[in-house]
């Protein structure tokens, strides 16, 4: 198990030195590898599970290359209030947006049923989408609540 962590966090760390968009580019490779990796390693079992990190990986470092090299810090700032907005107080099903008039970047959040996890924090599943440059990208996860009443993504 460790040594397929090594594999994928090499996989991960490696294409994110490869960018040269900067550092927004660099950490949405960073974080899109870090997201494709666990949910490729849902599937499969055995070395087939390390394959499908690996490629989870790979496609989440390029899709999250492309969205960070046009985020810029207002986009982030938007989509980071809106995300908050959303998991803590709107009911399960509604849709929350935001927008930047500079970039024209833009998105939404649905968030889910709120739920307990089996450490006893809570947690909501939700949807996301966000459009850069005209082009539209769309996925899902779950965050939980921390001490401090924030909400942080964990998958």
Same mark, same amino acid.
């Given at each position: 198990?460790v ?6 966090? +090499?996989l ?8 040269? %968009? ?9 974080? *899109?590898?870090?997201?494709?990796a666990?949910?490729? &390693?849902?599937?499969? &079992? *055995? ?6 990190a ?6 989440? +470092?390029?899709? @999250?290359?492309?969205? @960070?090299? &046009? ?8 989509m ?9 107080s709107?009911p399960?099903? !509604? ?9 024209g ?23 996301q989408?966000? !459009?850069? %440059? *005209? ?5 899902? %996860? !779950? ?5 401090d %009443? ?6």
């Amino acid at each position: 198990m460790v040594r397929q962590f090594a594999l994928v966090a +090499a996989l991960v760390f490696g294409l994110a030195a490869c960018q040269t %968009g900067g550092p927004k580019q660099g950490a949405g490779t960073l974080l *899109g590898g870090i997201t494709g990796a666990v949910a490729g &390693s849902q599937f499969g &079992s *055995g070395d087939g599970r390390v394959a499908m990190a690996a490629a989870g990986a790979l496609l989440g +470092a390029l899709i @999250g290359s492309e969205i @960070g090299a &046009s985020l810029d810090r207002a986009d982030r700032l938007a989509m980071d209030q809106a995300t908050q907005s959303a998991l803590e107080s709107q009911p399960s099903g !509604t849709q929350v947006g935001w927008s930047n008039p500079d970039s024209g970047n833009f998105g939404t959040i649905v968030p889910e049923p709120a739920f307990q996890d089996t450490t006893g924090r809570y947690c909501r599943e939700f949807q996301q989408s966000i !459009t850069v %440059g *005209g082009k539209s990208e769309s996925g899902y %996860g !779950t965050a939980c609540r921390q001490p401090d %009443g924030s909400w942080q993504i964990v998958n």
